[in-house]
Nanobody
């Protein structure tokens, strides 16, 4: 069983940057594909980015590509999301998620087995 705890959310002005963290425990972190999703009020959970565990391949949603960077530290069992040039439409609760499957695209919420509680990011314009 993997436990995930996000941190780093907050209120930030548009155009600024913010880094989210996700601390994992209870499993072999390096063997998990890790992803970030977000959910804005009244909307479904949206894919943001993911990194496959077995080859390190990274995928970003088109809406964040070029502005957000996903990276991980396996030794510390932490996942990060660096968000730059933030926009008001980036306002959402951000979740990290994990799964251990090797044959998975990793861009759908239903592929993930473990979720954090979320951290709120609010971008003011």
């Amino acid at each position: 069983q993997v436990q995930l705890v996000e941190s780093g959310g907050g209120l930030v002005q548009a155009g600024n940057s913010l880094t989210l963290s996700c601390a994992a425990s209870g499993g072999t972190f390096s063997r998990y594909t890790m992803g970030w999703f977000r959910q804005a009020p009244g909307k479904g959970r949206e894919f943001v980015a993911r990194m496959l565990w077995h080859n390190g391949h990274i995928l970003y949603a088109a809406s964040v590509r070029g502005r957000f960077t996903i990276f991980r530290n396996n030794a510390e069992a932490k996942l990060y999301l660096y968000m730059d040039a933030l926009k008001s439409e980036d306002t959402a609760v951000y979740y990290c998620a994990a799964h251990g499957k090797s044959s998975s695209d990793g861009s759908r919420p239903d592929e993930y087995d473990y979720w954090g509680q979320g951290t709120q990011v609010t971008v003011s314009s």
